[in-house]
């Protein structure tokens, strides 16, 4: 079954620090895939996403993430994390015809 | 521009009860999309749009109609509520299907949601 995995369901980071969230997916082809971001009582906001070409993606706010083929992820990453980057992060696919998002993972920053 | 925007943001039905939810964007955008949102599920499709006229079926569609009569409008009616459509509702569009990013700009815009509450 093609599907989407976002193994933590929360993640802590002290501000300052380096932040990953990570996203693996199973999937035939060659699929899209994406970064959304949920702060409360929000909708999802785009933040970036994987086409072709560099593996290294960058996004919004300062958030980049690494396409790895022979891995199957696509983590989502910030050098240096701060307060404001606490929300609810989804990771998304696209196998032929549709789109599957991950659950989702909690990204607490801690002051 | 307002981007995607949703009505109601609460509602509290009874079993049984009847609803609409609008959605509209401004974006000129073909596709629209149904979501709902519950906790540890991330998010499900339940119908979506191609353009004006048309409508399909996601993920779990059982339970609800939707209607694009206007191309900038999305309708998701529920004929007769029951609590496990307790849930968080959103609304999305995009300029080309997200499967089709050598068509352009394949990335979705999310309204603000709509929490429905079934008793």
């Known amino acids: 079954a093609q599907s989407v995995a976002q193994p933590e369901d929360q993640v802590n980071v002290a501000e300052g620090n380096p932040l990953t969230v990570k996203c693996t997916y199973s999937?035939?082809?060659?699929?899209?895939l994406f970064w959304y971001v949920q702060y409360p009582n929000r909708g999802l906001q785009f933040l970036l996403k994987?086409?072709?070409?560099?593996?290294l993606v960058k996004g919004s706010y300062g958030f980049e993430a690494e396409f790895n083929k022979s891995q199957t992820s696509f983590h989502l990453k910030k050098p240096s994390a701060l307060v404001s980057d606490s929300a609810l992060y989804f990771c998304a696919v696209t196998p032929s015809n549709k789109i599957i998002f991950g659950k989702g993972t909690r990204l607490h920053i801690l002051p | 521009n307002a981007g995607v925007t949703q009505t109601p943001k609460f509602r509290v039905l009874k079993t049984g009860q009847s609803m609409t939810l609008l959605c509209a964007q401004d974006m000129n955008h073909e596709y629209m999309y149904w979501y709902r949102q519950d906790p540890g599920m991330g998010l499900r499709l339940i119908h979506y749009s191609v353009g004006e006229g048309t409508t399909a079926k996601g993920e779990v569609p059982d339970g609800y109609n939707v209607s694009r009569l206007k191309k900038q409008n999305f309708l998701l009616g529920l004929e007769s509520a029951a609590p496990s459509q307790t849930s968080v509702y959103f609304c999305a569009s995009s300029s080309t299907l997200p499967h089709r990013g050598d068509r352009g700009q394949n990335e979705q815009f999310f309204g603000p949601g709509t929490r429905l509450t079934v008793l």
């Open positions: 994987y086409i072709t070409g560099d593996n």
């Open positions: 999937v035939s082809g060659n699929p899209y």
